[in-house]
């Protein structure tokens, strides 16, 4: 029993002492920081200037659902009627469209790139490689055609023989 306890531990360890893992962690802690960024600048930047062309920030807008609605302005809460913050939701959409499009712009897209011209690269190198192979079956073929002609042009025949002479002579 205790030895599946350490296997299992070990295994744990092994896991979690993977580049793979370690990679992932630091994703997860730099993605964080960077939607950290995006929500500023989607609340001081872009909520301010979709509210321009309104009458107010873009979160604040709202509609209701059922009933007056009547917001206790003590704690901003709805104490009557159902409200839908509708402008809140358009806010994070805003915020994601941005996180993603600046992912793709700055990390997909360039890595895609690299990784096709990684590809030609690889692919012109492999057909070199091809045609070298290639190349040198032919050069090899040529020399024993030439090393067949040299001996007399027949299999049948004995190296070193004179194909003029007969056997009796």
């Given at each position: 029993?205790?030895?599946?306890?350490?296997?299992?531990?070990?295994?744990?360890?092994?896991?979690?002492?993977?580049?793979?893992v370690?990679?992932?962690?630091?994703?997860?802690?730099?993605?964080?920081?960077?939607?950290?960024?995006?929500?500023?600048?989607?609340?001081?930047v872009?909520?301010?200037?979709?509210?321009?062309?309104?009458?107010?920030?873009?979160?604040?807008?709202?509609?209701?659902?059922?009933?007056?609605c009547?917001?206790?302005?003590?704690?901003?809460e709805?104490?009557?009627?159902?409200?839908?913050?509708?402008?809140?939701?358009?806010?994070?959409?805003?915020?994601?469209?941005?996180?993603?499009?600046?992912?793709?712009?700055?990390?997909v897209?360039?890595?895609?790139?690299?990784?096709?011209?990684r590809?030609?690269?690889?692919?012109?190198?492999?057909?070199?490689?091809?045609?070298?192979?290639?190349?040198?079956?032919?050069?090899?073929?040529?020399?024993?055609?030439?090393?067949?002609?040299?001996?007399?042009?027949?299999?049948?025949?004995?190296?070193?023989?004179?194909?003029?002479?007969?056997?009796d002579?």
């Amino acid at each position: 029993m205790s030895e599946k306890k350490v296997s299992l531990l070990e295994g744990f360890k092994a896991f979690l002492t993977r580049g793979n893992v370690i990679d992932l962690a630091v994703a997860v802690v730099i993605g964080a920081a960077f939607t950290q960024i995006v929500n500023a600048f989607v609340k001081g930047v872009i909520n301010p200037l979709v509210g321009a062309f309104g009458t107010k920030d873009l979160e604040s807008y709202s509609s209701c659902l059922k009933g007056p609605c009547v917001t206790d302005p003590k704690t901003g809460e709805a104490t009557e009627g159902i409200r839908i913050l509708w402008g809140s939701v358009l806010s994070a959409a805003l915020g994601f469209l941005i996180t993603a499009a600046v992912v793709y712009f700055l990390l997909v897209l360039p890595m895609a790139k690299y990784l096709a011209r990684r590809a030609a690269m690889q692919a012109a190198k492999d057909g070199v490689q091809e045609t070298l192979e290639v190349s040198e079956l032919e050069v090899l073929k040529e020399i024993r055609d030439a090393l067949v002609s040299q001996r007399g042009g027949g299999a049948g025949e004995a190296p070193g023989r004179d194909p003029g002479r007969s056997h009796d002579q």
